[in-house]
């Protein structure tokens, strides 16, 4: 039996939209149509990153501490900080450790007697701004030893972008979900596919639900045949 012998199907944008398009009923037929598709295309983005954490999203960066400052604005892709740690002595192969650094709230660094308080930081939170998050942390760092934070932080999904010919940024397994839920937001704007959206939102949360389960970190789980025995 002949079978291709590839695994890189995908849909561009245009693709995308024109499935999501059949599926309200509808033809994708004018320049408006698409620009208001798209639109509701990074909306959607947003929602999944509202949604939770996705494991396709997690991406690693570290921070250099410097002596005396206890806030680093980060890039504008960072939408918020998994998991942290604090690294001292990084590079030196006999002294580097990595410490186990806890998260607060704003609410818990606001009752901190002494905010200026310097040492090896083993706190941090996260100042969400418009435009991109800062972490601080606690205590300021002293200049006992030169800190690094590495951490993990869920990056944002990137925008469709004008091109018809744009892949867009997201795992294929996502592909039925990012189309059923396009499908679903057309059919929410145009009054004459308004019948079909009840339908649409069943089959968009069920493939979110199919797609979120397959992101989500597995650990091994094994059946041993006889592998009980009775006393």
């Known amino acids: 039996m002949a079978t291709s012998g590839t695994y890189t199907f995908n849909l561009d944008l245009s693709d995308i939209?024109?499935?999501?398009?059949?599926?309200?009923?509808?033809?994708l037929r004018s320049g408006y149509d698409y620009r208001t598709a798209r639109r509701s295309l990074d909306l959607m983005f947003l929602e999944w990153q509202n949604r939770g954490l996705n494991l396709w999203t997690v991406q690693e960066d570290s921070q250099t501490l410097t002596a005396g400052t206890g806030r680093y604005a980060l890039s504008g892709d960072q939408l918020d900080i998994v998991e942290a740690f604090l690294r001292t002595d990084d590079g030196d192969t006999?002294?580097?450790?990595?410490?186990?650094?806890?998260?607060?709230?704003i609410s818990q660094y606001s009752h901190l007697t002494n905010k200026l308080t310097q040492g090896r930081p083993i706190q941090y939170w996260i100042e969400k701004d418009p435009g991109a998050i800062a972490l601080n942390v606690w205590p300021v760092p002293?200049?006992?030893e030169t800190y690094k934070i590495g951490y993990y932080y869920i990056q944002r999904v990137e925008d469709t972008g004008s091109p018809a010919?744009?892949?867009v940024d997201i795992p294929s397994r996502f592909l039925p979900c990012m189309a059923a839920g396009l499908a679903y937001h057309i059919s929410v704007k145009r009054p004459e596919a308004s019948d079909r959206a009840p339908l649409l939102k069943q089959i968009y949360d069920e493939q979110?639900?199919?797609?979120?389960?397959?992101d989500r970190d597995k650990s091994s789980f094994y059946m041993v045949p006889g592998g009980y025995s009775r006393v």
């Open 208 to 214: 979110w639900d199919l797609a979120a389960d397959a």
């Open 165 to 167: 010919s744009n892949n």
């Open 17 to 27: 939209l024109e499935e999501a398009y059949e599926r309200a009923g509808l033809e």
């Open 94 to 105: 006999s002294k580097q450790t990595d410490l186990t650094m806890s998260r607060i709230s």
């Open 142 to 144: 002293d200049d006992a």
